[in-house]
């Protein structure tokens, strides 16, 4: 079946690190994906997406590109702040979302 | 406007309870979904639906669970005789249309503890 594998946490970076977390995923057909992010004690929240091979999803200085022949979504950002303090899902959505673990991301200033 | 809200916020059951957990979508939004969030994982998908029709429920991991949305807007997820691994964080989403791709919104969940 569909599955999203993504980056073992906590990564723990300084502020205006560069940050890269990594995620690929297994579907049959040609699914849409997503990074959701869940801040301490809130709801996951759509960061950005991608529905076709080669599109860039971008938000708030994040970015990630579909691409189809490593099957990977990595979400990147050149600057972290302290408040980017969260944990990133990484998700496809074929007939369903599936997510990925998640990753804990920690800035430290 | 309003999110998607859910109550409670945190439920302790006694194992072999019966719990309710309620979710109100935002206004207007024609799918609603279910997930259970274990401890460090991902949401994984529960059940589905489209007004008031539950298309799918193959998420559901027993018979002991059980979601209806009978008027098309407020959902009930409801778990019979509970276990200790029901524990776990339900998240409820709605989007405003049919069909899968479209961005779900997320409520904050119901943290579930079973004892």
């Known amino acids: 079946g569909d599955s999203v594998t993504q980056m073992e946490g906590p990564v723990t970076l300084s502020e205006e690190a560069f940050l890269t977390i990594n995620c690929t995923y297994t579907a049959t057909g040609y699914p849409s994906l997503f990074w959701y992010v869940q801040y301490p004690g809130e709801g996951l929240q759509l960061l950005l997406k991608a529905t076709k091979a080669d599109d860039k999803g971008s938000n708030k200085g994040f970015e990630a590109t579909y691409r189809k022949e490593t099957t990977s979504f990595h979400l990147e950002k050149g600057s972290v702040q302290v408040s980017d303090s969260a944990v990133y899902f990484c998700a496809l959505s074929a007939d369903k979302l599936v997510f990925g673990a998640g990753t804990i991301l920690r800035v430290k200033s | 406007g309003a999110g998607v809200s859910q109550s409670p916020r945190y439920k302790v059951a006694k194992r072999g309870q019966d719990v309710a957990l309620r979710c109100d979508p935002i206004?207007?939004?024609?799918?609603l979904f279910w997930y259970q969030q274990a401890l460090g994982q991902g949401p994984e998908f529960l059940t589905y639906f489209q007004n008031e029709a539950q298309l799918d429920k193959s998420g559901l991991p027993s018979d002991r669970f059980f979601a209806e949305r009978p008027e098309g807007s407020v959902s009930t997820l409801k778990i019979q005789r509970t276990q200790q691994e029901d524990s776990a964080v339900y998240l409820c989403?709605?989007?405003?249309?049919?069909?899968?791709?479209?961005?779900?919104?997320f409520g904050p969940g119901t943290r579930l503890t079973v004892t």
């Open positions: 989403a709605s989007s405003w249309a049919g069909g899968r791709p479209y961005e779900q919104y």
């Open positions: 206004s207007g939004h024609v799918s």
